[in-house]
């Protein structure tokens, strides 16, 4: 039991609002034997759950093995942001990559979200889906490039789904004074995450997926058939998928330098009146601001504010995370001063140094997908479907974001960290000045 008397309902997972209203799942055995699949998958977040699911449709036999619980990292502690696009603006990736290469990722973004919107239908996933997020402008300055951008999207991308929203409407629609104007997109979705997570994962049990919970991988080797190492078992199999992200470690020293792990707190506060949530929310949109280190927030079906803000970058979390996100909620929203904080956690995500997903394959059998940099719901989601299609043979729409160059952070993971520091820290200080 927490100390603000709540309890933790899914047992195994870190104690979050999440968790505490999370579906019923089971729990699923360590591996201690050797068995036989044609694809192991190591990690079961999205990426890998999308990914077991995928395959065990086509029909292979597939076997997840995962650390914790299913869905115990970032995949089940996250904001529940399912944005359209990427985590680079289309400007950016046109000047990056060029515009066809830029739409071709902009068409995988959108499918992307449709993917999370079919898997809840088809598979009728309880998981509070709603539509909608707005990115406000934390700076007058941010505004105009919002509004350009939406601009963008609406010209050349023929996205109509976006519009530019000045000050005072942006006042009105969310109870707050900090922001200067900001898009609207009805094309975005958010929901609960752990229990979208849980959703894939049931449906994959009942494709035939077979799940091993406390199965950390000690390691793995290539070959014909890979083998895939617990402390007291083993699978061989034709084909495997690294599905980490985050929680990779120094399993497989090639990746490792390409992704920094980072960690994100969230809060969720008491069940607010319904006036008080329409105050704060008028529209029941997610909302993200523009910060370097964003704030991001919306409300849950049981009208608590879901807020995430802060981050740190050292193997430890704040002593009292609930009072270190406050800070950043209440200079948003000040109302809620006198509001009980209910929840408090973090998670650990992994972000590129260019901010684009980090996708690929080691060897002809071996595939990855890692390094969604806060952009996984729908991101790390289709990756998944996107390597049941490689493992199937289908290499072209793979291939769209295996492209994509992945620089390792300078001094890989040795000095990764003090030069990630040293950004973020820049970053942070011009997020805290005017402009």
Request: include cysteine; charged fraction near 20%.
């Amino acid at each position: 039991m927490s100390s603000s008397g709540t309890v933790t309902k899914l047992l195994g997972h870190i104690d979050s609002y999440y968790a505490a209203s999370a579906n019923s799942a089971p729990q699923y055995p360590a591996l201690d034997q050797e068995i036989e699949a044609d694809v192991c998958i190591i990690g079961a977040g999205y990426t890998g759950l999308s990914s077991a699911l995928h395959l065990a449709e086509r029909g292979y036999k597939v076997v997840v093995l995962e650390a914790e619980r299913l869905a115990w990292g970032a995949s089940g502690r996250n904001g529940g942001h399912v944005g359209v696009g990427q985590r680079k603006g289309q400007e950016d990736l046109e000047k990056m990559l060029g515009l066809d290469t830029a739409k071709a990722l902009w068409d995988l973004g959108l499918e992307a979200v449709q993917l999370v919107e079919d898997l809840v239908d088809r598979h009728q996933i309880q998981c509070d889906l709603k539509r909608g997020i707005m990115h406000l402008a934390a700076k007058r300055s941010h505004s105009a490039w919002l509004k350009e951008e939406a601009e963008l999207l609406q010209g050349r991308y023929g996205y109509d789904q976006i519009r530019y929203a000045e000050q005072d409407e942006i006042r009105t629609l969310v109870g707050s004074d900090r922001f200067y104007g900001g898009q609207v997109d009805s094309g975005s979705l958010h929901l609960h995450p752990l229990n979208f997570a849980l959703g894939i994962a049931e449906a994959a049990a009942k494709a035939g997926v077979q799940f091993f919970e406390h199965s950390r991988v000690t390691s793995y080797s290539g070959g014909s058939p890979c083998t895939v190492n617990t402390s007291k078992g083993r699978v061989r199999a034709a084909n495997v998928i690294l599905a980490c992200n985050g929680y990779l470690g120094g399993l497989e020293p090639r990746l490792a330098g390409k992704i920094m792990p980072i960690n994100n707190f969230v809060l969720a506060t008491e069940p607010l009146p319904d006036a008080l949530a329409q105050e704060l929310i008028a529209n029941d949109y997610a909302l993200q601001d523009t910060l370097f280190v964003i704030n991001y927030w919306k409300l849950s079906s049981d009208n608590r504010l879901v807020f995430g803000g802060g981050e740190n970058y050292t193997s430890r979390f704040p002593q009292d995370i609930r009072a270190f996100v406050r800070k950043y909620m209440l200079r948003i929203y000040p109302q809620l001063a006198d509001t009980r904080i209910d929840y408090g956690w973090g998670g650990t995500l992994a972000i590129t140094l260019n901010r684009m997903p980090c996708v690929g394959r080691l060897e002809p059998n071996v595939f990855y997908s890692q390094g969604y940099s806060g952009h996984g719901v729908p991101t790390a989601t289709f990756a998944g479907k996107l390597l049941a299609e490689v493992v199937a043979g289908t290499e072209e729409r793979f291939d769209i974001l295996a492209q994509i160059p992945t620089p390792s952070f300078p001094g890989g993971t040795l000095l990764r960290w003090p030069g990630l520091v040293a950004g973020m820290l820049y970053y942070s200080l011009k997020d805290k000045l005017g402009g």
